[in-house]
């Protein structure tokens, strides 16, 4: 991702406060350790042209898995899910700009500075919210490519798969590289099981005779709050949906395949260790179904799902 020109005046959340983006900082010795525990969530908030707001999709269940990230890391949130929330709404009240859509990243860290190996159980964590502006792939037609990376996914016997903390997306970057190696674009972790589980930051869906299937928890999957949204709405529409076990086999033969994810959003895949998917071109009728429905809910354009969205007016703050 190419970061975009920062803007005049931007400001970042910090522990409770706006500040300057510049002031923003911690002393080099405080990174090292107190990365390894640190959790984060990337949220998407869309504008709306028809509303005239930015609509921030499912902040307060971002922010409870965040919390609940730092306390399984036995880190010490200072702040709850809601109060994270309206953080981040009044974030985006600063930031937010008409026709433009913004990434948050919430994160949080051990405070202070630390020189121990491993950071004590308790400590304090520290939480910011960044943003960024960011350009929406949702009906832009881009496909990818994935290949089974040589790199297993991350067992969750060591470390806890819902556990969304830097340390565990090391996997996924050694994943990516591997996969890119080879010419595709994404990996694909299979587990010990050879066991299909996840892409790098993105969940996996495969479309077997117009059922959406998806890996179940076991497999050793982040419990994905966009996967959770698109198999509501696809129920939603008439969308048979499964979780289940997924030999890496079944990709290769599946009718369609996609990937899910705040970022990813819903991101068509056109082949799998150069297995054509569909036509190996572009994405099947199911896919775009699904993409259609998220794009609508995430612009507010769906009346039915109005709690998912935190609306905020640009410039409001």
Same mark, same amino acid.
């Not at 809601?82 to 919430?106: F, N």
């Not at 502006?133 to 496909?143: A, C, E, R, V, Y």
């Given at each position: 991702m190419t970061m975009p020109a920062e803007r005049p005046g931007r400001v970042i959340w910090r522990d409770g406060e706006f500040i300057p983006w510049d002031d923003a900082v911690v002393h080099v010795n405080a990174v090292g350790h107190a990365s390894v525990s640190a959790a984060f969530e990337g949220v998407h908030a869309y504008w709306s042209p028809t509303r005239r707001q930015l609509l921030g999709f499912r902040l307060r269940d971002h922010m409870r898995r965040l919390v609940d990230s730092l306390r399984l890391g036995s880190l010490r949130? +200072?702040?709850?899910?809601?109060?994270?929330? @309206?953080? @981040?709404?009044?974030?985006? @009240?600063?930031?937010?700009?008409?026709?433009?859509?913004?990434?948050?990243?919430?994160?949080?860290?051990?405070?202070?500075?630390?020189?121990?190996?491993?950071?004590?159980?308790?400590?304090?964590?520290?939480?910011?919210?960044?943003?960024?502006?960011?350009? +929406?792939?949702?009906?832009?037609?881009?496909?990818?490519?994935?290949?089974?990376? +040589?790199?297993?996914?991350?067992?969750?016997?060591?470390?806890? @798969?819902?556990?969304?903390?830097?340390s565990n997306y090391h996997n996924g970057r050694l994943g990516t590289i591997d996969a890119r190696s080879r010419g595709a674009d994404w990996p694909v972790f299979v587990n010990a099981n050879g066991e299909v589980t996840e892409s790098s930051g993105a969940c996996i869906v495969m479309v077997v005779d117009g059922t959406l299937c998806t890996p179940d928890p076991g497999s050793g999957i982040l419990d994905s709050i966009t996967r959770r949204s698109v198999f509501e709405l696809a129920a939603e529409a008439g969308i048979p949906t499964r979780t289940r076990r997924i030999e890496r086999t079944e990709l290769y033969l599946a009718d369609e395949v996609f990937l899910l994810g705040t970022a990813a959003e819903v991101l068509p895949v056109v082949s799998v260790d150069g297995f054509a998917i569909g036509d190996g071109a572009q994405a099947g009728p199911v896919t775009r179904k699904v993409e259609s429905l998220y794009h609508q809910a995430v612009r507010g354009a769906l009346s039915t799902h109005e709690a998912w969205l935190t609306a905020v007016e640009p410039g409001s703050a």
């Open positions: 949130p +200072s702040f709850d899910a809601d109060e994270l929330t @309206a953080a @981040a709404a009044g974030l985006l @009240a600063r930031v937010g700009a008409p026709g433009r859509d913004v990434y948050l990243r919430p994160w949080g860290f051990a405070a202070g500075l630390h020189r121990e190996q491993m950071v004590p159980a308790g400590t304090r964590a520290e939480v910011v919210i960044d943003s960024w502006d960011f350009t +929406s792939k949702l009906g832009q037609g881009q496909t990818c490519a994935l290949a089974v990376s +040589s790199w297993p996914r991350l067992n969750s016997s060591a470390s806890p @798969a819902g556990l969304k903390v830097f």
